[in-house]
């Protein structure tokens, strides 16, 4: 299976769901990550520069970005993103995911003895902590900045913030964290007991992802769900922490999703069950709260004096 499959308020809309340069795949959908990343933004604080609280439109914009990057027309671009959407935890042998860097890690995945470690694995920790760390940078920069020099800098901040969105909101969809991204033991590499009969539908990850959020979820499920307190996540290695913990807590919810659908199916054409919505909406509402955590985190963490950092 091609790791290609992995994975309301911007107007226009339509410009956002188009898939430039061809077919597209299936991914969290443009809504949900639009959806997602307005939400966050509308949580920040008030002390959260000027300049960011009234970025919302192209936050928002951001958020499905890496997605466009996706084009087997343009493969090095292609290849060169397509692993940073998910981290199969089934696979990730031992301590691995403490190393503390994703060359580290692929070193630990390959003396493990995995062939493909960036297919297999895949290295979501690690792009949502660089992206982390760039915006965090930014910040640092920005404070120490004036004239253009701010003005530009503020343009990278908006930039990484916008792109990290993407991949915190794909770290709430459990497809996202797990060999059965497509349907019970969708990667084919590793075939897992399925006692529970869950589907092995292969346009499952779409379905659910694109289709039922498009159709039956609006800016306004997610939104109210999005917790009003901040959390400052701390030092760098706390950040990290918190990445893991999140992530984890995301794949505890693969089983949950299985049986949902298992259940009555995630339908865009009927219906749907109330706990159906109210699960979706949660998923996007805590990646809402990780991004908005974390972009609070980066600001905050970015006054510390040189000498404490």
């Given at each position: 299976m091609s790791p290609s499959l992995r994975l309301a308020w911007v107007a226009p809309l339509a410009a956002i769901l188009a898939a430039p340069g061809g077919e597209s795949p299936p991914r969290w959908g443009a809504d949900g990550h639009v959806m997602a990343g307005r939400a966050a933004l509308a949580r920040v604080p008030d002390a959260m520069p000027e300049f960011f609280r009234e970025s919302g439109d192209q936050l928002s914009w951001l958020n499905p970005e890496p997605d466009r990057w996706r084009s087997r027309e343009l493969r090095p671009m292609d290849q060169g993103f397509s692993y940073d959407h998910y981290i199969d935890f089934e696979n990730v042998p031992g301590d691995a995911l403490d190393a503390p860097d994703r060359w580290r890690f692929i070193e630990a995945l390959y003396g493990a003895g995995l062939i493909r470690p960036e297919r297999d694995v895949g290295f979501l920790p690690y792009r949502i902590e660089e992206l982390y760390q760039r915006l965090l940078t930014g910040f640092r920069l920005w404070r120490d900045a004036d004239g253009d020099e701010r003005r530009w800098i503020e343009a990278r901040i908006i930039n990484d913030a916008g792109v990290l969105g993407h991949y915190v909101t794909d770290g709430s969809q459990p497809h996202h964290t797990t060999i059965h991204f497509n349907g019970w033991n969708a990667s084919g590499a590793q075939q897992a007991p399925n006692p529970e009969g869950f589907t092995e539908e292969r346009d499952f990850h779409g379905r659910f992802e694109s289709d039922f959020v498009r159709e039956h979820l609006a800016y306004n499920d997610v939104f109210f769900r999005v917790p009003r307190e901040t959390r400052f996540l701390g030092t760098p290695d706390e950040v990290r922490r918190a990445i893991h913990a999140f992530l984890r807590d995301t794949h505890a919810e693969v089983a949950t999703l299985y049986r949902l659908e298992k259940s009555a199916r995630f339908d865009p054409d009927?219906?749907?069950?109330?706990?159906?919505?109210?699960?979706?909406?949660?998923?996007?509402?805590?990646?809402?709260?990780?991004?908005?955590?974390?972009?609070?985190?980066?600001?905050?963490?970015s006054a510390r004096p040189p000498s404490e950092r």
């Open positions: 009927s219906a749907p069950p109330t706990e159906h919505v109210e699960f979706t909406a949660e998923r996007l509402a805590a990646g809402a709260a990780m991004l908005r955590d974390l972009w609070w985190s980066a600001w905050r963490d």
